[in-house]
Nanobody
Framework: QERLVESGGGSVQSGGSLELSCYST???????MGWFRQAPGKEREGVAG???????SYAESVKGRFTISRDKTKNTLNLTMNSLNSEDTAMYYC????????????????????WGQGTQVSVSS
């Protein structure tokens, strides 16, 4: 009954940076994991994902700004976010799949069966 616990959210000004972390012992298993976000009035969207081989995928809107990584020494899935802008304001959720393969795609919610409770990111100008 592992649970995913996100942290690191907060309020920053445009151009700022944040690092989100998702704590779970599942990090050590090298299963497919990802970060999703949902803004008010919008559907949940995939932001970044990493498969069991370390291959990463990013939404076009965050490429070059966000980096997803595993830290197995700390049991965390991290999302480093740079050059934040207002479009990044959302609740961010970490998610874990059932294998090292992201079978429906790393940015597809169908790949994931386990979700954290979310951490809020707010970007102001």
């Amino acid at each position: 009954q592992e649970r995913l616990v996100e942290s690191g959210g907060g309020s920053v000004q445009s151009g700022g940076s944040l690092e989100l972390s998702c704590y779970s012992t599942w990090v050590a298993s090298s299963v497919c994991m990802g970060w999703f976000r949902q803004a008010p009035g919008k559907e949940r969207e995939g932001v970044a994902g990493i498969d069991g081989y370390g291959r990463t995928s990013y939404a076009e809107s965050v490429k070059g700004r966000f980096t997803i990584s595993r830290d197995k020494t700390k049991n965390t899935l991290n999302l480093t976010m740079n050059s934040l802008n207002s479009e990044d304001t959302a609740m961010y959720y970490c998610a874990v799949g059932s294998s090292r393969y992201c079978t429906s795609g790393t940015l597809n919610s169908r790949t994931y069966a386990n979700w954290g409770q979310g951490t809020q990111v707010s970007v102001s100008s």
